[in-house]
């Protein structure tokens, strides 16, 4: 198992399916949680990604007024 590479096969257009060793596993979970944690926010009421400027939130589906979502260090800087 040592020195083997990580290997996809593609049964169907939809389907992939990966063979990995139990410690590339671990690797990837970890590196997966570094990058989670290292994202952009998320806005609070879609669970989508904020980018700079304003959101477009599907859950006030356009009958609202845009919500600027400000993270609390910028709040305090006012």
Known sequence: DQG???LAL????????F???HKQAQ???S???????GGRPVCPLCQTPLDEGPHA???QNGHHEIV???EAEDEEEE
Do not use: G, R
């Not at 590196?31 to 944690?37: E, G, H, M, P």
């Open 4 to 6: 083997q590479e990580p």
């Open 10 to 17: 593609v049964h169907e257009e939809e389907a992939v399916s």
């Open 19 to 21: 063979l990995f060793t």
């Open 27 to 29: 690797d990837l979970s």
């Open 31 to 37: 590196t997966i949680n570094v990058l989670i944690t």
């Open 57 to 59: 939130c599907v859950k």
């Open 68 to 70: 600027q979502i400000v």
